[in-house]
């Protein structure tokens, strides 16, 4: 279509809790629409990361905010940000105002890149890209979600004993979506989607379904 080049870029924001899967069909937009895909964690990881490689405490907000903004995107390789301690440390850091606002820039960037985006994370459909022309909320069980991580960690090593991810995530829902900046939470524009009782094909193809309504809607304004 002529009129593309002038559209706004296609953004697809797909949000969560751990472990939902919010990742994964991230992923599997990124490939049916061609389009980049950043997972927003990431960042947070790597702040956390680096917070704590500087010796700092993770509760110490200008600590924090110093290495968010220190951070450059060839740290996002890293296989220690995929880690059990990097994601309490990133649910840790993420509290911070700061942290949150240096990293507001690079992702709004990415969002806007020419053809669209997808990004993954908390808030991507409510702070970083409330005008989304699709947004998904990717939530599963806590038990689900919890076995889903286990078996991550447990394909990069790290043996984890199910009640104790039960308990991380626990936590991490508890954290993220209770804090005052940006908290964890469904956009009032964004399709929930249950993966509970789903595989990654149904889950897959839930999303495709969500995501193609709403570019049609797009296309068509
Ligand atoms: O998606 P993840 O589990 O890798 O995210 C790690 C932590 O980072 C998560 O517990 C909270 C924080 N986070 C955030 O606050 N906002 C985002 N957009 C993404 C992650």
Not at 56 to 83: E, F, V
Not at 102 to 119: I, K, S
Not at 166 to 192: E, F, Q, S, T, W
Request: charged residues 25%; glycine residues 8%; neutral net charge.
């Amino acid at each position: 279509m002529s009129g593309a080049a002038t559209r706004p870029a296609f953004v697809i924001a797909v949000d969560g809790p751990a472990a939902s899967g919010k990742g994964t069909l991230a992923a599997a937009l990124g490939r049916a629409y061609a389009l980049p895909v950043l997972d927003t964690g990431l960042l947070y990881r790597a702040v956390g990361v680096l917070t704590a490689r500087a010796g700092a405490d993770l509760d110490d907000a200008a600590a924090a905010r110093a290495a968010a903004a220190a951070l450059t995107a060839d740290l996002l390789g890293d296989p220690a940000l995929r880690t059990r301690a990097a994601g309490e440390a990133a649910s840790r850091v993420a509290v911070h105002p700061g942290v949150r606002a240096a990293l507001l820039d690079y992702q709004r960037a990415f969002a806007r890149q020419e053809g669209g985006a997808v990004l993954d994370g908390r808030d991507i459909g409510t702070v970083i890209c409330p005008d989304a022309p699709a947004k998904l909320y990717v939530t599963a069980s806590p038990q689900v979600r919890a076995e889903r991580r286990r078996l991550q960690l447990a394909a990069r090593g790290e043996v984890v004993a199910i009640a104790e991810v039960l308990a991380d995530i626990a936590r991490r829902d508890d954290r993220d979506g209770g804090r005052a900046a940006a908290p964890m939470g469904p956009a009032p524009d964004a399709v929930l989607l249950d993966t509970t009782d789903m595989s990654i094909e149904q889950a897959t193809d839930a999303a495709r379904r969500i995501v193609e309504a709403a570019r049609a809607r797009w296309e068509a304004r």
